[in-house]
């Protein structure tokens, strides 16, 4: 299994931005961050594979970018013009998968978890 560490996370006021990373012990195609705030359901932000094509939540598009430096197996997110709402664990997901279209943001199919680390938007 690919093991995930997250970090990045802290406390910012709104308008302000954070830059999340992901390191990945061990290879895999396709890389994704979710985030899950307390009562809510975990979502899909942003997903990337290794040809690079990205996917983005609705919600997030135009304040986020995903990258990934696939030589190092690092993702990051770079997050911009934080709200309140944003505030949110935020997981790094992997599944060693290549999609016919974009990488999904459906959190069933990832295999491999991070623990999370926490953006508060205040």
């Known amino acids: 299994d690919v093991q995930l560490v997250e970090s990045g996370g802290g406390s910012v006021q709104a308008g302000g931005s954070l830059r999340l990373s992901c390191v990945s012990i061990?290879?895999?195609?396709?890389m994704a961050w979710f985030r899950q705030a307390p009562g809510k359901e975990r979502e899909g932000v942003a997903a990337i594979d290794s040809e690079r094509r990205t996917s983005y939540a609705d919600s997030v598009k135009g304040r986020v970018t995903i990258s990934k430096d696939n030589a190092m197996n690092i993702l990051y997110l770079q997050l911009i013009n934080l709200k309140p709402e944003d505030t949110a664990m935020y997981y790094c997901?992997?599944?060693?998968?290549?999609?016919?279209?974009?990488?999904?943001?459906?959190?069933?199919?990832?295999?491999?978890w991070g623990r999370g680390t926490q953006v508060t938007v205040s």
């Open positions: 997901a992997a599944v060693d998968r290549r999609y016919t279209r974009y990488p999904p943001l459906t959190r069933d199919e990832y295999t491999n």
């Open positions: 061990g290879s895999t195609y396709t």
